[in-house]
């Protein structure tokens, strides 16, 4: 059995594989688009958030709280955007949860019947998931309470939110890379981005 603190670590890496597929993704997107990008971390997580403190460092305005027994500052959420489960933005970690198996299970969720999706019969496919029972979701509100009571916030010893790598876009300067790279150091769809996304014309050396 795993006590609190290699789960909760142990949950943030999955999480943080989650977050590297996903930018990789979208790398692979920039380039069919004919954008580029870069894929990158080494910034200061809770300063990118905006837990900085500095006026002229405001991050991405998330709200955050502060606690003596906390090494840093715990961003929650921002609101009306991104609002994590847990206090302030819900009452309690029972409200959390039945608003988490909402956004699963109710409209517009992963696994309600009217979710668009791939399959011949989509609606068959979402709604296979089993719903959480009353009891299931009363332990799991046990348990995330107790963790909330224990340490102040939700999870208890890593950051409500977190931000660990980025993925920016640009526009390519095409006329930069025939001046001092060989052929073929960006793909056609570079090539031809400013004409089919913005209708002007296409410049560089690769037509």
């Avoid at 609190?4 to 999480?15: A, K, N, R």
């Avoid at 790279?181 to 996304?197: D, F, I, N, T």
Wanted: glycine share 12%; proline share 8%; hydrophobic share 40%.
């Amino acid at each position: 059995m795993l006590t609190i603190f290699p789960f909760e670590q142990w949950s943030l890496t999955e999480v943080t594989a989650e977050l590297s597929t996903s930018c990789y993704a979208g790398v692979l997107m920039l380039q069919a688009m004919g954008l580029g990008g870069w894929m990158f971390n080494g910034m200061d997580p809770f300063s990118v958030l905006g837990t900085s403190g500095n006026p002229a460092a405001p991050g991405l305005g998330f709200r955050f709280d502060a606690n003596e027994r906390w090494p840093y500052p715990n961003p929650t959420g921002l609101d009306g955007v991104m609002e994590g489960y847990c206090p302030p933005h819900f009452s309690d970690m029972r409200a959390a949860v039945e608003a988490l198996c909402e956004r699963k299970f109710g409209p517009g969720g992963p696994f309600h019947p009217d979710a668009p999706g791939p399959w011949k019969d989509s609606g068959k496919i979402r709604s296979a998931a089993q719903l959480h029972g009353e009891e299931f979701k009363d332990r799991v509100a046990l348990q995330a309470q107790y963790i909330f009571d224990r340490f102040g916030k939700f999870p208890g010893t890593v950051p409500s939110m977190i931000a660990t790598i980025y993925l920016q876009a640009h526009h390519l300067d095409l006329e930069f890379y025939d001046y001092f790279y060989k052929p073929g150091s960006y793909l056609r769809s570079h090539a031809h981005h400013m004409a089919r996304w913005h209708g002007t014309e296409v410049h560089g050396a690769l037509q």
